[in-house]
């Protein structure tokens, strides 16, 4: 794979084989809650009992779309295969009763068994149309418009004039449909999604003085994502104050970002971070809350406009409760190096550990004195350019 190979880092790939990991990983994995969205931003929802199936071919289109490629690639086959089949029975019946096969025109115009064919003075409706393999091959020249010349249609018939006319609407008509729905499952707007990529792991420190839940997503294309946005929303289980238990109660939190605002600009990786105030889902979220039993799971989506196609893509990935690592904080990746600015994403993942309270953001808004006990953590040091300046002009001793 390409994490083995050293091309994408680990800490930032979202799919992992199962050979990857260990038995004792697989067997905890087996007891934690499960997903509802996965890693790598699939929906873990399984629909049944679905009794309004006609409502899927109201939205024809849609339906091919999101069906597999294998049965995609059948329909593509089989619509192609069967209008051919038909319009050339249809030539065929055509053939026929005008008296085209050499059979029925010899019975017709009383021609004897060892007579060479029909009369010179005899225009067929389709020339050159003997049987019903001869009549699938005008077909297929007709629809697909090859025309090797051999079989072509005269004006002794209006019937097959107008035959010509349907067949060529109706093969339009296919040709639309089905070149439109595989160019579209070529250009889904998951594809792009593919090089958004997010943190493996979320982390929970201080910054500001403030618990803050922090995540890195960055892009790894050149081409931009535009208008960018990401949301968060917390998924657990509540119940209301009149009993009814919610099994995926799905609950906004506020996010904030070095720009400001949910809008982003994803040029470089960025951190993404949420405060934890008494306005969040996570206000009374401690240590010992963050293990694979917790009822708890954080999803991140986003959202923005491909540059080079103009298609809208999102990108997804959630977070468990024994996922989020608490007081810890990402490295920094980005560095200045001959006049640019550059990304090492072998260290995407890459946290350290920082002076946190073991403690709720509750308890740390409550209790002021439980900071006045937390060691400081040293300020990264920020390096300054060395610019030298060459002066515009020079003074020189006149000695007059």
């Given at each position: 794979m390409l994490s083995r190979k050293g091309i994408i880092p680990e800490e930032y790939v979202l799919t992992r084989l199962a050979e990857d990991v260990p038995d004792h990983a697989r067997y905890r994995a087996r007891e934690r809650r499960a997903r509802f969205v996965g890693k790598n931003g699939a929906c873990n929802v399984a629909h049944k009992n679905i009794r309004e199936q006609g409502r899927f071919l109201q939205d024809v289109f849609t339906t091919l779309v999101d069906l597999k490629w294998p049965h995609t690639l059948l329909i593509f086959t089989m619509s192609f295969l069967c209008s051919w089949l038909l319009f050339g029975m249809v030539w065929w019946l055509i053939a026929f009763a005008h008296g085209d096969l050499d059979h029925s025109t010899r019975v017709q115009r009383g021609l004897g068994e060892g007579a060479a064919g029909p009369p010179a003075d005899f225009v067929p409706c389709v020339t050159s149309i003997h049987s019903f393999a001869s009549a699938f091959l005008f077909s297929i020249e007709v629809q697909v418009t090859i025309g090797f010349g051999g079989r072509m249609v005269t004006e002794?018939?209006?019937?097959?004039?107008?035959?010509?006319?349907?067949?060529?609407?109706?093969?339009?008509?296919?040709?639309?449909?089905?070149?439109?729905?595989?160019?579209?499952?070529?250009?889904?707007?998951?594809?792009?999604?593919?090089?958004?990529i997010f943190s493996k792991h979320a982390v929970i420190a201080l910054r500001e003085g403030k618990l803050c839940f922090m995540l890195r997503v960055g892009d790894l294309r050149k081409s931009m994502i535009i208008s960018a946005t990401i949301r968060m929303q917390v998924v657990k289980k509540t119940a209301s104050l009149e009993g009814e238990v919610v099994p995926l109660n799905q609950i906004d939190i506020q996010m904030e970002n070095p720009v400001g605002g949910n809008s982003i600009f994803l040029v470089s990786p960025l951190i993404i971070y949420h405060v934890i105030d008494k306005n969040s889902p996570l206000y009374d979220i401690s240590p010992l809350n963050l293990h694979h039993h917790e009822d708890l799971e954080i999803i991140v989506i986003l959202e923005g406009v491909v540059e080079t196609t103009g298609i809208t893509t999102q990108a997804r990935t959630s977070y468990l409760a024994d996922e989020i690592l608490w007081g810890q904080r990402f490295v920094p990746i980005v560095a200045e190096e001959d006049g640019r600015y550059s990304v090492d994403y072998s260290k995407f993942g890459n946290t350290v550990k920082v002076p946190t309270p073991s403690c709720t953001a509750r308890q740390l808004e409550e209790d002021k004195s439980i900071m006045d006990t937390m060691p400081l953590s040293p300020k990264a040091t920020i390096r300054k350019r060395s610019v030298k300046l060459k002066p515009k002009f020079t003074v020189s001793d006149d000695p007059s």
């Open positions: 002794e018939c209006p019937a097959a004039i107008l035959v010509l006319i349907v067949q060529n609407i109706v093969g339009l008509v296919i040709n639309a449909i089905m070149l439109g729905c595989i160019f579209m499952k070529t250009s889904q707007a998951h594809r792009r999604a593919e090089t958004l």
